[in-house]
């Protein structure tokens, strides 16, 4: 078995290596036909006369390429800028679209077989470390010397993982020039699912499904025997692979829009966005379901279901960014910090955003009705600022990349306005709670060490306690790893759901009210 596991570590690094090395292959020659036929009609020949001293010319990387796009195209636009001539200034970043079409490179001609050669056989590796892994053991949950692993407590190892996470979704979001021999590789995949060519974020979507799918079978393995978790862990897997990564893709392939089902306001933030709006509106009868849909998970879906089931029904069921915390950072959620300071930057920090998603929207509804004549350019201005801020630097770099560093859920823990929405009805109205037996508590700690959102738990199950916090999203782990019994997940009366504050007297209580 070690050596299956060995072997599939090694299968996993080559595919990594391939994948990340794909940016320095090939050669780049840019002609005015590909500027034409990449570039807005408004801004074709002036791009044309910017970039013309790059025709016929061959670069042998995409690094010099980019250099080279990046000294004429400001040479152009920062005079203007100075001059604060801004209606001249060209605003649309031409350098992913430019590179991409002028890249002559063996992904661009062979995208099936770099498609197998890095995720294929990084694929392959994954399944064969995780799938011997927890064969020998018997099944449960044990913390097994996690804080004496160099990956999973902020050794080297998880700061290396860290820092790749990081540098990904800083190229991805910014600079996809970077990487467009990894989109050329997706673009046939695409191209069968959408009718498409790929896009760095078509890139992104069959990484993060992957991720969830090959960490969800190490889940299956893990937790084999509670059929609590691997119901939760099939239950993310579907909704990641059918309703975040199929079913949108082949919406665009019958011309309708580009839809995630799942996808509840405000963590779906541009949901009322005047774009967003028109496209529902234009696009008939289905355009129109999706609309009233998405309503109705709003002010309908969101209360009823976090009432009856608290809100583990959709962070620990459904969400892609849940999902994927839940499998591929699995490994790192002891990590997350259970001291009160970090509980109270938690309740300040995740309520401001759910705050500044509310005030941004209420804004954008009201441009939208009155023609934008409400602080149009300040709306604008603030989308942009929640897109860069959350949407990418907080939701993508932060949440997902830190990891090794934070624990699995720090974007679900600080930053997931919905999560907050969520939470707020979970803890004021909600017959979801963990009950406790204290009496039966021998206070290991297997239960906040697992946490993933940064409860202390043992506090609560020493008392006997029932646990109704606004952050809890039910992913029962701590449950399974109590070897007492001590704590369940249950649904029940709302009476005296949050007042009762046992004291513990061997295997009885006294109950005081507050």
Not at 175 to 187: E, G, K, L, R, S
Not at 211 to 226: C, D, L, Q, S
Request: hydrophobic share 45%; glycine share 8%.
């Amino acid at each position: 078995m070690k050596v299956i596991q060995k072997l599939g570590i090694l299968l996993f690094l080559v595919g990594l290596t391939v994948f990340t090395a794909m940016p320095f292959l090939g050669n780049y020659t840019l002609t005015e036909d590909l500027v034409l036929a990449n570039t807005k009609d408004i801004h074709q020949e002036k791009m044309a006369e910017i970039l013309s001293p790059m025709f016929g010319e061959t670069y042998t990387s995409n690094f010099s390429f980019i250099a080279a796009f990046k000294e004429n195209f400001n040479s152009y636009n920062d005079p203007l800028k100075e001059e604060s001539k801004w209606d001249e200034v060209i605003w649309d970043d031409y350098s992913f679209p430019l590179a991409q079409a002028s890249v002559a490179s063996p992904v661009r001609d062979n995208p099936w077989l770099f498609m197998v050669l890095s995720l294929g056989i990084a694929i392959l590796g994954g399944l064969m470390y995780n799938l011997p892994k927890y064969r020998e053991e018997p099944a449960g949950i044990k913390n097994n010397g996690i804080f004496h692993s160099s990956m999973k407590n902020r050794g080297w190892m998880g700061m290396i993982t860290g820092a790749y996470l990081i540098l990904f979704y800083i190229i991805l979001y910014w600079f996809p020039a970077y990487i467009v021999n990894q989109v050329w590789m997706m673009t046939p995949l695409s191209m069968i699912l959408s009718g498409n060519p790929a896009s760095q974020w078509f890139l992104y979507g069959t990484i993060y499904t992957l991720a969830i799918t090959v960490m969800g079978v190490r889940m299956f393995r893990k937790y084999r025997g509670n059929k609590y978790q691997q119901l939760r862990t099939a239950s993310v897997m579907f909704f990641q692979t059918a309703f975040a990564f199929l079913i949108p893709e082949i919406l665009v392939l019958l011309n309708q829009p580009y839809f995630d089902f799942k996808n509840i306001w405000p963590l779906d933030y541009d949901f009322f966005y005047d774009y967003q709006i028109d496209t529902f509106l234009s696009s008939g009868g289905v355009g129109m379901f999706m609309l009233i849909w998405g309503i109705l998970l709003i002010v309908i879906g969101v209360p009823a279901f976090t009432y009856f089931f608290g809100k583990r029904w959709y962070c620990s069921w459904v969400c892609g960014c849940g999902g994927l915390a839940e499998t591929l950072g699995d490994p790192y959620r002891q990590l997350s910090d259970k001291s009160l300071k970090a509980w109270k930057f938690e309740r300040v920090i995740i309520h401001s955003v759910l705050v500044l998603a509310v005030v941004m929207t209420a804004l954008t509804i009201a441009n939208y009705f009155s023609g934008f004549a409400l602080l149009g350019s300040a709306t604008n201005q603030l989308h942009s600022f929640y897109g860069f801020a959350i949407g990418s630097v907080f939701a993508g770099v932060v949440g997902t990349g830190f990891y090794p560093f934070m624990g699995n859920r720090v974007w679900c823990r600080f930053g997931c306005p919905l999560a907050a929405y969520l939470g707020m009805v979970q803890r004021f109205k909600s017959r979801f709670r963990i009950t406790t037996n204290g009496g039966q508590c021998i206070s290991c700690g297997n239960c906040s060490t697992h946490c993933e959102m940064g409860i202390d738990v043992r506090w609560y199950a020493q008392r006997g306690q029932e646990i109704v916090r606004s952050s809890c999203v039910g992913c029962g782990v701590c449950s399974s790893v109590c070897p007492r019994g001590v704590l369940n997940l249950e649904n029940g009366p709302e009476k005296n759901r949050i007042n009762e504050m046992p004291i513990i007297i061997g295997n009885d209580s006294i109950k005081i009210h507050a």
